[in-house]
């Protein structure tokens, strides 16, 4: 069987993380986060860590040639040779041309660029009510997908906390960031023939069983 090599493009707060959660244990693939990579980096207090934090914390991205360098580490790793579902990656033209250029020297292409489309008042939403595990970074949302007991995770019985990027001031800049550096990406995809749309608006079990029609399609189409 072909190689699933698929990136997830959305808007902060789209439901990206929590698809590419679900996808990994259906098809056996690393998902791989560049938002849980620069925070496990920062958490660990490494070089890369205290030089992407000042762009995290106040909503802007971290330079292109300390993103790529990661990404290419982390793609060459044995996990990575039968796919990934690449997330928060690429999120600029730079970016998706560094992987494009990865890609044709290991002789291997993107299978689907999947946009999870949502509009910002419901990001808004979505981003407010958003907790994660301080151990675990497993996501709930105190309404759409409460933990059984208050601020505890499921998993583990870790603290839920608030991201430092979720604030309301940060989420407005890293709404207008990516309308200006990561949308320009859908054309940039859908030029190559590789984007397919998702309607991230309905609950996670549909949005879910939306990208598992789409990538047997995907794989069907890519077989023949
Ligand atoms: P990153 O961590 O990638 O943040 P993001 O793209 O802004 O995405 P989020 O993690 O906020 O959201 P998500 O789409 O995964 O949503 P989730 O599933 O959690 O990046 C953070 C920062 O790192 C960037 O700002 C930048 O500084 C830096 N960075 C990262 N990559 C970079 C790169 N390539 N280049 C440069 N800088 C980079 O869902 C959100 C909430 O909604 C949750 O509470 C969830 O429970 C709930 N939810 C999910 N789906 C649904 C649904 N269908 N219905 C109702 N609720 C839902």
């Known amino acids: 069987m ?14 990206k993380g929590t698809q590419a ?13 560049t938002g849980d990579m620069l925070r496990q980096n920062v958490k660990d207090g490494t070089e890369l860590g205290k030089r992407a934090k000042q762009y995290m914390d106040a909503g802007g991205l971290v330079p292109d040639e300390v993103i790529v360098a ?9 996990d990575a ?17 560094a992987l494009d250029q990865q890609m044709k020297a290991a002789g291997r292409h993107i299978t689907a660029a999947l946009l999870v489309d949502v509009p910002d008042e419901e990001i808004i939403k979505r981003i407010s009510g958003r907790r994660v595990c301080v151990k675990s970074g497993h996501t709930y949302h105190v309404e759409f997908d409460p933990p059984k007991n208050d601020s505890v995770c ?5 603290r839920l906390v608030q991201r430092d990027d979720d604030k309301p001031e940060v989420v407005r800049n890293r709404l207008e960031v990516y309308s200006e550096k990561t949308a320009p990406l859908i054309d940039y995809y859908d030029d190559q023939g590789l984007m397919r749309r998702v309607d991230g608006t309905r609950s996670p079990a549909e949005v879910h069983d939306h990208i598992r029609a789409m990538i047997a399609t995907l794989r069907m189409e890519d077989d023949v």
């Open 2 to 15: 072909s190689e699933l090599n698929l990136i997830l493009i959305g808007p902060p707060g789209a439901g």
């Open 21 to 33: 959660d679900r996808l990994q244990d259906d098809f056996r693939i690393p998902f791989i986060s």
């Open 70 to 78: 990661m990404v290419a580490d982390r793609l060459h790793r044995p």
């Open 81 to 97: 040779e039968d796919g990934f579902i690449l997330d928060g990656f690429p999120r600029t033209v730079a970016q998706a041309q």
């Open 154 to 158: 499921d998993e583990d019985g870790s």
